[in-house]
Structure formats: structure tokens, C-alpha cells
């Protein structure tokens, strides 16, 4: 089952990871919005979903939040918190999951070099 939920959140993670490059990409072309993969653990989705990029970021403020289509969620590993017209945003709380998505996260701090 761990090994099950580490695939499942790694999946996740790489969905996340696409998004953050789409996200850099609209911010240099200073776009409003953009559309981003549905960040779900399904890895043949392919739903995109047009989000504002304020909303984008306050999703990436937690890095236990991810940004899926509507009725991707799992809710054995995460909770929906916010839903919009397009999208939704849910949280894991599965700790497996939680400790490898924030393990993942593409934006943790760097440690400084001593």
C-alpha cells in the first residue's frame, strides 16, 4: 500500500512540476492566466484547466494543495478545501502522501551552504 501511495503522490508531484514551468512561461509573457494539467494521480489525465495565476499561486502556497478538475479528487488521501467553476483545489492529509509531496515540492527553501 505505501509503495501504492508514493507512486500516487510522485505522479501528483510531476503534474505539479509541469504546471510550475507553465506558470514561469505566462508570468514572462505577463499573461493573467493560464492553463495548467490537472494535478490529479491519474497518469493518463488530460484535463487542462484555464485558473487565474493569483489563484495558481495561492495553491502553491501549501505545498500539500493541488489544483485538480472537478471529481479527481481521492478522498482515501486528500480533502477537497476550495471549489471553483473550473477547478478545484484539494489537500492531502494521508501522511505517506503529505510526507512525499512536500519532499517533492519544487519550491521548499534550499538549504544555505555552511
Given at each position: 500500500?505505501?509503495?501504492?501511495?508514493?507512486?500516487?503522490?510522485?505522479?501528483?508531484?510531476?503534474?505539479?512540476?509541469?504546471?510550475?514551468?507553465?506558470?514561469?512561461?505566462?508570468?514572462?509573457?505577463?499573461?493573467?492566466?493560464?492553463?495548467?494539467?490537472?494535478?490529479?494521480?491519474?497518469?493518463?489525465?488530460?484535463?487542462?484547466?484555464?485558473?487565474?495565476?493569483?489563484?495558481?499561486?495561492?495553491?502553491?502556497?501549501?505545498?500539500?494543495?493541488f489544483l485538480l478538475?472537478?471529481?479527481?479528487?481521492?478522498?482515501?488521501?486528500?480533502?477537497?478545501?476550495?471549489?471553483?467553476?473550473?477547478?478545484?483545489?484539494?489537500?492531502?492529509?494521508?501522511?505517506?502522501?503529505?510526507?512525499?509531496?512536500?519532499?517533492?515540492?519544487?519550491?521548499?527553501?534550499?538549504?544555505?551552504?555552511?
Amino acid at each position: 500500500m505505501n509503495a501504492e501511495l508514493i507512486r500516487h503522490a510522485t505522479t501528483e508531484s510531476i503534474f505539479r512540476n509541469v504546471n510550475e514551468r507553465i506558470a514561469e512561461s505566462a508570468q514572462r509573457f505577463d499573461a493573467d492566466e493560464a492553463e495548467f494539467v490537472c494535478e490529479c494521480g491519474d497518469r493518463s489525465c488530460t484535463h487542462r484547466l484555464q485558473t487565474p495565476l493569483d489563484d495558481y499561486e495561492r495553491v502553491r502556497a501549501r505545498p500539500i494543495r493541488f489544483l485538480l478538475a472537478p471529481g479527481h479528487e481521492d478522498q482515501a488521501i486528500e480533502k477537497v478545501v476550495e471549489r471553483g467553476g473550473r477547478f478545484q483545489v484539494v489537500e492531502k492529509f494521508e501522511r505517506t502522501v503529505v510526507a512525499t509531496v512536500r519532499s517533492l515540492n519544487p519550491r521548499k527553501p534550499k538549504p544555505n551552504p555552511a
